[in-house]
């Protein structure tokens, strides 16, 4: 499948691909529905794009108008591809890129805060609801009025008991699907004025 920027500054660049079958691409279809939806709040906007693998959403973000993009991946190869596509469209200085496990990132003390966290992990393997586990455990990494926006499967959809976050809406594009979630106003409430 051919990547490249649907829209925004860097809108017609094509990007690199990771060979193989350990990332999964979204398609033009499900990235131009996503950006629709959140379209009024991509200005000056913050995201963490775990599983990063190609880094095309984050990278659509930054095109689109986003601020700050970190990009995080296991695998060497999808990290040194995220960098090459960020330097082809120009987007170096408002990104990071980070090789490690998400789940190791997502369990330690959150350094700043999100818009956006978008979770593409590999399917089949619970590994969407474990990370959503860890954000509700460490839910500072969402800013107040932020999302944590899923990529899955349909079929591997099922209803989590969390306790700081709530399934908001959920997007289904043929093979896949899209789940957002926001915290829970009692976490909110919890929190000192000064924290949002």
């Known amino acids: ?88 469209c120009g987007f170096t200085s408002a990104a990071e890129v980070r090789r490690g496990d998400a789940f190791n990132l997502l369990a330690s003390q959150p350094d700043r805060t999100f818009d956006f966290l978008y979770v593409a992990p590999p399917q089949y393997k619970a590994m969407w609801s474990k990370s ?6 460490y839910p500072d990494w969402v800013k107040a009025e932020g999302l944590v926006i899923v990529q899955i499967h349909p079929k591997e959809y099922q209803t989590l008991a969390l306790s700081n976050l709530e399934e908001l809406d959920s997007r289904k594009y043929s093979n896949t699907m899209l789940l957002f979630y926001q915290l829970k106003e009692e976490f909110l409430y919890k929190k000192s004025p000064m924290d949002l």
């Open 132 to 137: 959503l586990a860890l954000i509700d455990d």
């Open 1 to 88: 499948m051919s990547l490249r920027v649907i829209a925004g500054i860097a809108r017609g660049r094509k990007l690199k691909s990771v060979p193989g079958e350990s990332t999964r691409p979204i398609t033009d279809r499900v990235k131009e529905a996503l950006f629709n939806i959140l379209a009024g709040d991509l200005q000056g906007s913050t995201w963490w794009d775990l599983f990063a693998g190609t880094g095309a959403v984050g990278i659509e973000a930054l095109s689109r108008g986003a601020s700050f993009v970190r990009f995080s991946d296991l695998i060497r190869e999808p990290v040194e591809i995220i960098k090459h596509n960020l330097k082809r």
